[in-house]
């Protein structure tokens, strides 16, 4: 009986499993292809977020793909956003530079399939800046 319900909560874990992937892509264009196939993919615009440095081109591409700002990064900026998602100051004061340079920041929060979510950023050009892993319900029971 034991067994079983170890390979159940194995399974329920690993079926469940979080992540809160960041990524940069060198352009508008790059960012909103992976935008589309992650929503088709089947996350909801509000799992998904973007920060641009030009904010109008931001808004466009906001309103374009139906996803949101980036928590934090309206008031606090890139650099505010970034360190919000607990990526290192050091990696986050080179991607604000990069945003400088016009590249797209896009944050996509997945509960399922995350190497998938990662293969759809990164056939477009996303290069992966943070994955923050969340615990599942089974395995916050477990610690």
Not at 64 to 79: E, F, N, P, Q
Not at 100 to 116: D, F, Q
Not at 127 to 140: C, Y
Request: no cysteine; net charge neutral.
């Amino acid at each position: 009986m034991n067994k079983l319900n170890s390979d159940v909560s194995l399974n329920f874990s690993t079926a469940t499993e979080r992540s809160t992937i960041t990524a940069v892509f060198p352009d508008r264009a790059s960012a909103r292809h992976s935008i589309d196939d992650l929503k088709a993919f089947g996350l909801r615009a509000d799992q998904i977020g973007v920060a641009m440095r030009d904010r109008r081109q931001q808004e466009q591409l906001i309103a374009d793909t139906g996803i949101r700002a980036v928590d934090g990064a309206i008031g606090a900026g890139v650099l505010g956003a970034l360190l919000g998602m607990q990526i290192p100051e050091s990696a986050a004061v080179q991607q604000e530079s990069e945003q400088r340079k016009g590249s797209v920041l896009v944050m996509a929060k997945v509960y399922e399939n995350v190497a998938e979510a990662q293969r759809l950023i990164q056939q477009y050009g996303g290069r992966l800046v943070n994955r923050l892993e969340q615990p599942t319900i089974s395995e916050a029971r477990a610690a």
